[in-house]
């Protein structure tokens, strides 16, 4: 099964950016689509973005939309949200995951996703 790493959160300011990347080891990462979520606390886990398997297709939740961006590189089995104009709402634990899948499209469904990763902490100082 697909193991997933992210790394790249850490402490910022009101109007910074950060990249986020999450480092998949395992079977082919071209068989799953990926997505990147985010929970802050007393908050249940959001959906920011999605990405298909071979990058043709994503979707951004509304909430980030213009400011969150989502890539990856099959070649070096990553998947990277480029996160900007980042806000003290913004902080949360940020964490990628993985859904085998066998379209060419995504998923926005918490549920669809089989393997996650630990999380990495953002914290968004005003």
């Known amino acids: 099964q697909v193991q997933l790493v992210e790394s790249g959160g850490g402490l910022v300011q009101a109007g910074g950016s950060l990249r986020l990347s999450c480092a998949a080891s395992?079977?082919?990462?071209?068989?799953?689509?990926m997505g990147w979520f985010r929970q802050a606390p007393g908050k249940e886990r959001e959906l920011l973005a999605a990405?298909?398997?071979?990058?043709?297709?994503?979707h951004t939740a509304d909430s980030v939309k213009g400011r969150f961006t989502i890539s990856r590189d099959n070649a070096k089995n990553t998947v990277s949200l480029q996160m900007n104009s980042l806000q003290p709402d913004d902080t949360a634990v940020y964490y990628c995951?993985?859904?085998?899948?066998?379209?060419?499209?995504?998923?926005?469904?918490?549920?669809?996703?089989?393997?996650w990763g630990q999380g990495t902490q953002v914290t968004v100082s005003s």
């Open positions: 990405i298909s398997r071979l990058g043709g297709v994503t």
């Open positions: 395992g079977p082919i990462f071209t068989d799953y689509s």
């Open positions: 995951a993985a859904r085998l899948a066998f379209d060419t499209g995504v998923a926005i469904s918490t549920t669809a996703y089989s393997y």
